[in-house]
């Protein structure tokens, strides 16, 4: 088996890992970093995947594995966690030399170097020169100065929506490099894995009610770089589940609501993404709690 036909059928990989991984095996992508997810449907997927690097010579390294959770159920005011399998974040090399080039990016972020571990991941994960720029210079500072807390997340949520296959900051919602490569890679997607690339980008819509948990926030030494709140970049837990799971996704809103909170509401899930619209407050859940153990699946590039 070819490394598009299992980025596709696997169990194991999120829509984006998929992407990255279809984009990598096409060359459109010089190197990248994707995590697969093993449970009881997928335990053979860790070997079998390695089995396919290896017997294709691609250049990896593979972390070591970590358990990751799941909502189970949500009864009361508790949201319960159970144990859902474990992940392991493989990176993908095109050459030994960026191997290389990749375990010096490491270290210079370790030694602080952060303008130029940037522009080095930045070429080799093949991100456009302008977003590298700009990444490099948006310190906390710079992002306190140039926004307010609702137009810094609303600029990623837009982001997301509008370059569905980038994963990289862009400079500006209209840069060019930007969204010449989210066309140049949505049609190598296409061309390799047509099937898999339409249901990526078909609508789902369906109604939900949804909990109000705990509200996103830049920190610089444990002190919020926003005082004054313009908005609320909240993560709500969707209680209908979909695909047999329960999704927490962000909602950005100017109105203030209570941790607890019930919503109910219209969820649009498209690409890595849902949008939420808000109809109406149904009731307050005091003293929401979740039973969680292990933090979040890490994610990078
Ligand atoms: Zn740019």
């Not at 972390?63 to 159920?73: F, L």
């Not at 296409?190 to 249901?199: D, I, Q, R, Y």
């Not at 109809?279 to 153990?293: A, D, P, T, Y």
Request: hydrophobic content about 35%.
């Amino acid at each position: 088996m070819n490394l598009i036909d299992f980025a596709i059928i696997s169990k194991g990989f999120e829509p984006v890992d998929k992407i990255k991984l279809i984009l990598f095996a096409a060359k459109a992508k010089p190197n990248t970093y994707i995590i697969l997810k093993i449970n009881p449907k997928n335990l053979g997927e860790k070997y079998q995947f390695e089995q396919i690097l290896r017997k294709n010579k691609i250049i990896f390294s593979a972390s070591r594995q970590k358990g990751y959770e799941e909502i189970k159920n949500i009864k009361g005011n508790s949201i319960n966690w159970e144990m859902a399998g474990i992940w392991v974040g493989y990176d993908l090399f095109g050459s030994k030399k960026d191997k290389k080039d990749f375990f010096r990016y490491k270290s210079m972020l370790r030694k602080h170097h952060e303008g130029m571990a940037h522009r080095l991941a930045g070429r080799l994960y093949g991100y456009p020169k302008c977003c590298v720029e700009r990444f490099a210079k948006e310190t906390s500072a710079y992002i306190k100065k140039k926004y307010s807390y609702y137009e810094f997340y609303k600029r990623l949520h837009e982001d997301d929506w509008r370059f569905p296959f980038v994963f990289h900051m862009p400079c500006s919602s209209k840069c060019r490099a930007t969204v010449a490569l989210n066309k140049k890679y949505s049609n190598v997607v296409k061309k390799h894995a047509p099937k898999f690339w339409k249901e990526y980008r078909k609508k789902k819509v369906f109604d939900s009610d949804m909990i109000v948990d705990e509200e996103s926030d830049m920190l610089v030494n444990g002190k919020t770089i926003w005082p004054e709140k313009n908005g609320h970049d909240y993560s709500v837990i969707l209680k209908k589940q979909y695909n047999g799971k329960y999704y927490l996704v962000s909602y950005l809103s100017k109105k203030f609501y209570e941790r607890g909170t019930v919503l109910s509401g219209k969820v649009t899930m498209q690409y890595h993404y849902a949008k939420i619209a808000v109809k109406r407050v149904k009731n307050i859940i005091k003293g929401l709690h979740h039973e969680r153990h292990l933090p979040m699946i890490g994610r990078k590039y």
